[in-house]
Nanobody
Framework: QVQLVESGGGLVQPGGSLRLSCAASGSIFSIAAMGWYRQAPGKQRELVATITSSGSTNYADSVKGRFTISRDNAKNTVYLQMNSLKPEDTAVYYC???????????????WGQGTQVTVSS
């Protein structure tokens, strides 16, 4: 079974930077898409950024120019570099993987447990 393990969250001051990592574990041939979503208190979960296995990216308008998503296909790992952080970026950030090809199955819509990012002075 595929598991996603996130790391890198924490407390940072406005204008600061953080880098999130998410590694997929298990016997994996390929992952079609990986990404990050976030959920702030009292709000719905929203897309932050996604990246395909070929490197095509998509960003929410609110993070364009500040966040950069990347992945290492050999390590089945996705990263989110977050710069110029704002208080409104405070949320639990969830890693996401879709169409995970394994020896005898394909897993869809796999989620990590989430990592807290707090932007505050």
């Amino acid at each position: 079974q595929v598991q996603l393990v996130e790391s890198g969250g924490g407390l940072v001051q406005p204008g600061g930077s953080l880098r999130l990592s998410c590694a997929a574990s298990g016997s994996i041939f390929s992952i079609a898409a990986m990404g990050w979503y976030r959920q702030a208190p009292g709000k719905q979960r929203e897309l932050v950024a996604t990246i395909t296995s070929s490197g095509s990216t998509n960003y929410a308008d609110s993070v364009k120019g500040r966040f950069t998503i990347s992945r290492d296909n050999a390590k089945n790992t996705v990263y989110l570099q977050m710069n110029s952080l704002k208080p409104e970026d405070t949320a639990v950030y969830y890693c996401y993987a879709d169409r995970v090809r394994q020896p005898r199955t394909i897993s869809y819509n796999v989620w990590g447990q989430g990592t807290q990012v707090t932007v505050s002075s």
